[in-house]
C-alpha cells in the first residue's frame, strides 16, 4: 500500500518526526508506515487492542488504518490522540484526510482549513489545496458550484498555416509542381489567451445541470492571416448513481482564421463513466455534430458522427502515475456531394500524468488517427496518417495560480505530398482560476 500524498508531503517538509515509541507493536507499526506497509501496520494494530488509548500506539494505528481503507477505525484513534494533544498539525491534517474518506466534507474542510491556520510548509499547503479542491467538486452533487479562469502565454509554432515542407512537391495527375508561398510551412511566434468558466446546480439527489463557456485565442506575430480564435458554449444534464455518472450535453463552437469565418460545430453527445475500484474506471461515449463552414470551405460542409471508450488507471507508486487510453471511430459525411471530403477515422489516445511533488505535475501523451477519404482526390484514393506526441509540466504557485509548459510534435503523412506536413510547437502559459 502506497503512502498518502498528504502523509508524503508531511514527510518530505519534516513534520514526521517520530515520536516517542515504545518498542514493540508501536514501533513495528512505525517502521512499516516508513516503508510503505500501511496495511501490515494495521494489521499489527488489530492484534493488539490493549493498546488503544495509549497515545503513540493511537496516532501510529490511525495513519495506518486511514492508509489501509479503514477510515472509521483510524478517525477514532487519532481523536484519541488529539484529545491528548489538540496542537499536533500531523495527526489533525490526517484526520482530515479520514474524513474526506469518509465523505464527511464538512468536518474534513473544517479540519484542513485549521491546519492551514498553523502555517504549515509550501508542500502541506499544496497537499491540503488538492483535498479541498475536491471537497468542492464533491460539494457540486448538492449545491450550486461556480468557477472561471484567465489564461496566457506565448510559444512558437513552427508550422502556423499547415503547410508543406518544401515548396517542390509532385502529385498525381499534375507530376511536379511549385507551391506557392502560403501553402508551404510557415514558423512563427505568437500570444495565446483563454479565458472561461463553469457553473453546476443540482436539482435532483444525483442530478445536476451544468454550462460552460470558453474562449480561445492564439495570435501571431507576423503571420496575421493565420492567427486562430475559437468560441465555445457547452451546457447538459449529469446523473450520478452509485459508481456511474451518466452526462448528456449539447456544444457548439465557432471558429475563426485571421479575420474571417471558419466554421461552426452544432452538436450533441452523451456519456458514461464507471468507477470499477479506487484505482480504475472506464468510460464510453458517442456523438453527433453539424459542421457548418464558410466562405470557399462550404463545400466540406458535413455530418460527424462518432464513438468510443476509454479506460484509466492509477498506480499506488511513487509519483502517483496515472495511466489512460481510449480508442475511438468517427464518421465525417460531406453534405454537397464531394465524396473526396467524406472520411472514416479510427483513433487511438495514450496519456501518462505524474506527481512528482505536491506542486509539480507532469504528462506525455500521444495520439493517433487515420484518415480514409471515401472520393478519389486527383485520381488517387487519398489516405492520411496524423500521429502527435506532447509534454506538458504544470506548477501551481498557489491555490489560483499556475505555471504550465508544453511541447508538442505532430505529423501528417498523406499519400498525396500536398496534405503531409510537420508541426513543432512550444508554449509556456500562466494561469489563474477563480474558485
Known amino acids: 500500500m502506497?503512502?498518502?500524498?498528504?502523509f508524503r508531503a508531511l514527510a518530505a517538509a519534516g513534520l514526521l518526526v517520530s515520536l516517542t515509541a515504545q518498542a514493540g507493536p508501536v514501533e513495528d507499526m512505525r517502521s512499516l508506515?516508513?516503508?510503505?506497509?500501511?496495511?501490515?501496520?494495521?494489521?499489527?494494530?488489530?492484534?493488539?487492542?490493549?493498546?488503544?488509548?495509549?497515545?503513540?500506539?493511537?496516532?501510529?494505528f490511525g495513519l495506518a488504518a486511514i492508509e489501509a481503507g479503514h477510515a472509521a477505525e483510524g478517525i477514532l484513534a487519532l481523536e484519541r490522540f488529539l484529545l491528548l494533544n489538540p496542537d499536533n498539525a500531523r495527526a489533525r491534517l490526517e484526520l482530515a484526510r479520514g474524513y474526506f474518506v469518509l465523505g464527511d466534507d464538512v468536518r474534513a474542510r473544517e479540519e484542513f482549513e485549521a491546519v492551514r491556520k498553523l502555517n504549515p510548509p509550501a508542500s502541506v499547503l499544496a497537499a491540503i489545496d488538492r483535498f479541498v479542491d475536491a471537497i468542492r467538486s464533491r460539494e457540486g452533487r448538492y449545491q450550486t458550484t461556480a468557477s472561471f479562469y484567465a489564461e496566457a502565454g506565448f510559444g512558437i509554432d513552427t508550422n502556423v498555416?499547415?503547410?508543406a515542407s518544401t515548396a517542390n512537391i509532385t502529385l498525381p495527375v499534375f507530376g511536379a509542381v511549385t507551391l506557392s508561398d502560403t501553402g508551404v510551412e510557415k514558423r512563427d511566434s505568437f500570444g495565446h489567451l483563454a479565458l472561461g468558466g463553469q457553473v453546476a446546480k443540482p436539482i435532483a439527489p444525483g442530478v445536476s445541470l451544468f454550462g460552460a463557456t470558453g474562449f480561445d485565442g492564439k495570435y501571431n506575430r507576423d503571420?496575421?492571416?493565420?492567427?486562430?480564435?475559437?468560441?465555445?458554449?457547452?451546457?447538459?444534464?449529469?446523473?450520478?448513481?452509485?459508481?456511474?455518472?451518466?452526462?448528456?450535453?449539447?456544444?457548439?463552437?465557432g471558429a475563426t482564421v485571421g479575420s474571417e469565418h471558419y466554421r461552426d460545430v452544432l452538436g450533441a453527445s452523451g456519456e458514461w463513466f464507471h468507477q470499477l475500484d479506487e484505482f480504475q474506471a472506464?468510460?464510453?461515449?458517442?456523438?453527433?455534430?453539424?459542421?457548418?463552414?464558410?466562405?470557399?470551405?462550404?463545400?466540406?460542409n458535413a455530418t460527424l458522427t462518432g464513438i468510443g471508450a476509454g479506460y484509466r488507471r492509477a498506480f499506488s507508486v511513487k509519483w502517483q502515475p496515472v495511466a489512460s487510453a481510449r480508442l475511438s471511430y468517427s464518421k465525417e459525411s460531406n453534405r454537397v456531394h464531394r465524396p473526396d471530403f467524406s472520411r472514416s477515422m479510427p483513433g487511438l489516445n495514450l496519456g501518462v500524468s505524474l506527481s512528482p511533488d505536491p506542486?509539480?505535475?507532469?504528462?506525455?501523451?500521444?495520439?493517433?488517427?487515420?484518415?480514409n477519404y471515401d472520393g478519389k482526390t486527383l485520381g488517387v484514393d487519398r489516405k492520411d496518417t496524423y500521429q502527435s506526441l506532447?509534454?506538458?509540466?504544470?506548477?501551481?504557485?498557489?491555490?489560483?495560480?499556475?505555471?504550465?509548459?508544453?511541447l508538442s510534435y505532430s505529423e501528417n503523412e498523406s499519400n498525396i505530398e500536398l496534405y503531409s506536413n510537420k508541426r513543432t510547437l512550444g508554449a509556456v502559459n500562466v494561469r489563474y482560476d477563480f474558485k
Not at 489560483?400 to 509548459?405: C, E, I, N, P
Open 2 to 6: 502506497h503512502l498518502s500524498p498528504l
Open 33 to 60: 508506515m516508513g516503508q510503505n506497509k500501511a496495511k501490515e501496520a494495521y494489521a499489527i494494530g488489530q492484534k493488539n487492542p490493549d493498546l488503544l488509548g495509549d497515545p503513540d500506539f493511537d496516532f501510529f
Open 161 to 163: 498555416n499547415g503547410g
Open 223 to 253: 503571420e496575421s492571416a493565420f492567427n486562430q480564435a475559437s468560441l465555445g458554449l457547452t451546457g447538459g444534464v449529469s446523473y450520478v448513481k452509485d459508481n456511474n455518472l451518466y452526462r448528456a450535453s449539447v456544444n457548439w463552437n
Open 282 to 300: 472506464v468510460n464510453a461515449f458517442a456523438q453527433y455534430a453539424d459542421l457548418e463552414y464558410g466562405g470557399a470551405n462550404r463545400v466540406r
Open 359 to 371: 506542486k509539480w505535475g507532469l504528462g506525455v501523451n500521444y495520439g493517433y488517427q487515420k484518415s
Open 390 to 406: 506532447g509534454l506538458n509540466a504544470t506548477y501551481l504557485v498557489n491555490k489560483q495560480l499556475s505555471l504550465r509548459g508544453e
